[in-house]
């Protein structure tokens, strides 16, 4: 026969599994974000200096 204890342990276990695999799956999905920002950042930083090297052209022009 299980202890109170026991069963109290092993339902906190079955409560906290789900909790866990959902918090797994968003950290697991987390650095494709990452990953997804930095290129978008990467991006925007060559537009960005392709831009600002046509207006320094015009400039210079």
Do not use: C, D, H, V
């Not at 974000?33 to 392709?50: C, F, K, N, R, V």
């Amino acid at each position: 026969m299980q202890s109170i204890a026991q069963i109290r342990i092993i339902k906190n276990i079955k409560s906290i599994l789900p909790f866990r695999q959902n918090a797994f799956y968003i950290f697991g999905k987390l650095p494709l974000y990452g990953l997804g920002l930095y290129y978008a950042w990467l991006e925007y930083q060559l537009m960005a200096g392709i831009t600002l090297r046509k207006w320094r052209k015009q400039w210079k022009e």
